[in-house]
């Protein structure tokens, strides 16, 4: 059975107009070395593929073990344009976090 990211760290996600934002907390220091080294912004970008139309930025947060994904034209124009079912970006950290992660 493949790892995936949530075997190395938690997740929470928000949204505001058609920006996302989900961050990444590892659950070791260990982990959260691993995720620093491998979790880039491109690799965020290349698992949301074409849902996500702009850039992704990614910030550290040593203090936290924790990494901050800003997401931007994630949301299809966010909660009052969109014909997504909502909660809209709510539910990207959980997307994230069943990546298969192989470092």
């Not at 070791?28 to 074409?50: I, M, N, S, W």
């Not at 034209?73 to 966010?78: H, K």
């Amino acid at each position: 059975m493949p790892r995936r990211l949530y075997d190395l760290a938690y997740g929470r996600a928000g949204d505001k107009g058609d920006i996302a934002n989900i961050s990444i907390i590892a659950r070791t220091p260990a982990d959260y070395q691993d995720l620093k080294a491998h979790l880039t912004a491109e690799r965020v970008q290349a698992h949301f593929g074409a849902l996500f139309r702009g850039q992704v930025v990614r910030y550290t947060l040593d203090n936290l073990e924790a990494l901050n994904f800003v997401c931007y034209q994630a949301l299809d124009g966010g909660g009052t344009r969109s014909l997504r079912i909502d909660p809209l970006g709510k539910s990207l950290a959980g997307a994230l976090l069943y990546m298969v992660w192989e470092d």
